[in-house]
């Protein structure tokens, strides 16, 4: 029988130079968000699935990898069979849902304000794609407990201190408001039903630009009407920003809590890196109640990091409003394009020691430790007939410098 080595669709093996890297990024990812006083956690990678298809996550629900029952739970024969009926577990699509269960189950030993840190992988179900996997990791960091902007605040300083801490300047961060959106859509004529399908419009504006808006929008059969209400709120808000938003229905509290912001977070970025407010950011998930806010690096056209407020994603667990925000960065697409970079981790010095046959080994060992306690990461192996292949390969694998074993004092030589 003829055996795949591929791994399975939408997965992927990992080499060693992107797994250095991908550790690396994890590693500086992890310590600024706990110098900042955000608790790790860990949650299973599986859930019950009614948690997982009760919570509002716009798309992903279709995208949900269901776990079949088990043993005598597992009955075929039972006519009428829905797929439903079937299984009763489900990989985890986003660290958000398992993060409000755990946070429920385990609130009586929690904090009143809980800053929660997790990194894990999630899974979904979608088309595989380059750049786009079934099995991707996230680094998430929550604030539940707080109401205030001052938590909107924190969240945007922290992740974009973990981004400068990996040397990433050329990022800008773009929030806004889901309250804002819900007034200025349904102040144009829109009905509550058809927010959500305007929203996922109005979010393609940076791909199609306002005429492919205004195209969708009539293709759907919207209200003639409100569409130019629309596309006229749209041009002014674009033009004029926060202090426009008013004039389409947006309450005086909401647009304060922006002002406050962006201006506080433009204060705290000096300079280093950009924060706008833009209206078009829409993000997919159902359950996002507030802010919302995401990161795009140069001009990848995508993001590498989102985020918003859920306010009522614990209530759904507990029958009790707890006030809960997030911000996820996207491990993959950032260790991606360092990769394709180039990215160098700042490490010990990878050196390679070359034995011969002859060379007894625990003496080569023993140099090896030698060159170790200067500092420098060692590996040991049999020189080869082919010096010049073999040193290429080690390069390849990050080794800078290599030395020839010997008995008296060993040198080190650059590979170049």
Partial sequence: ?????????????????????????????????????????????????????????????????????????????????????????GLRYDLTVPLSRFYCNNRANLPTVFKALQVGNVFRAERAQKGRYRSFKQCDIDIIGDSTKGAELELIATTAKALTALNISDFVVRFNDRRVLRSVILNCGFTEEEFDG?????????????????????????????IEKLIDALESINSKGIESLEEYGVPKDVVSDLEEILEDSKAYAKGKYEVNFDFTLIRGMGYYTGSIFEISYKDLGYSIAGGGRYDEMIGNFIGEKIPAIGFSIGFERLVNQLVEENFKVPDREKVVLLFSSEDRYIDVLEKAEELRDLGYTVSVYQRAKRLGKQLNQFQNFGYTKFAIYKAEETELKELN
Wanted: include cysteine; charged fraction near 40%.
């Fill in 1 to 89: 029988m003829k055996v795949n080595l591929n791994p399975a669709k939408g997965m992927r093996d990992i080499t060693p130079r992107e797994k250095e890297i991908r550790d690396y990024v994890e590693g500086v990812i992890v310590n600024t968000y706990k110098q900042s006083g955000f608790e790790l956690i860990e949650t299973p990678i599986v859930e019950n699935i009614e948690n997982l298809i009760d919570s509002e996550g716009g798309e992903n629900l279709k995208l949900i990898f269901k776990i079949l029952k088990r043993g005598e739970k597992l009955d075929l024969t039972k006519e009428g069979i829905r797929e439903d009926d079937l299984t009763d577990l």
């Fill in 198 to 226: 305007v929203c996922i419009i109005v979010d393609k504006l940076d791909k199609i630009g306002m005429q492919g808006i205004e195209k969708e929008l009539r293709r759907k059969d919207y209200n003639e009407r409100f």
